[in-house]
């Protein structure tokens, strides 16, 4: 069992940054690829990145890709999403994911566990 806890979401201006950190509560999420997802008011919950276990493959969504960067640091068992020149479509609750399966991947249902969600706004 794996618990993921997502913090540094908040309210920026168009253009701005944030980022996003997931802390895994055990050392065996160290062993899993995890992932970024987010999901808009009234939309399906989209892929955004993921990252191998051993961070070397990752993944993006052609909408985040060259301004997101996702990284993980399995010392201290937490995963990085680095939102820069952030847009106003870019506001959705956002949920970091870990999965079991080897190697990158987007789909949704390959994710085995999934923390509560940290809001990102951007105004325009």
Same mark, same amino acid.
């Given at each position: 069992q794996v618990q993921l806890v997502?913090?540094?979401g908040g309210l920026v201006q168009a253009g701005g940054s944030l980022?996003?950190?997931c802390a895994a509560s055990t050392r065996t999420g160290s062993s899993y690829t995890m992932g970024w997802f987010r999901?808009?008011?009234?939309?399906e919950r989209? *892929?955004?990145? /993921?990252? /191998?276990?051993?961070?070397?493959? /990752?993944?993006?969504?052609?909408?985040v890709k060259g301004? *997101? /960067?996702i990284s993980r640091d399995n010392a201290k068992n937490t995963?990085?999403?680095?939102?820069n020149s952030l847009k106003p479509e870019d506001t959705a609750?956002?949920?970091?994911?870990?999965?079991?399966?080897y190697g990158t991947t987007w789909y949704n249902?390959?994710?085995d566990y999934w923390g509560q969600g940290t809001q990102v706004t951007v105004s325009s």
């Open positions: 997502e913090s540094g980022r996003l950190s999901q808009a008011p009234g939309k989209e *892929f955004i990145a /993921t990252i /191998t276990w051993s961070g070397g493959s /990752t993944s993006y969504a052609d909408s301004r *997101f /960067t995963v990085n999403l680095q939102m609750v956002y949920y970091c994911a870990a999965s079991r399966k249902k390959d994710y």
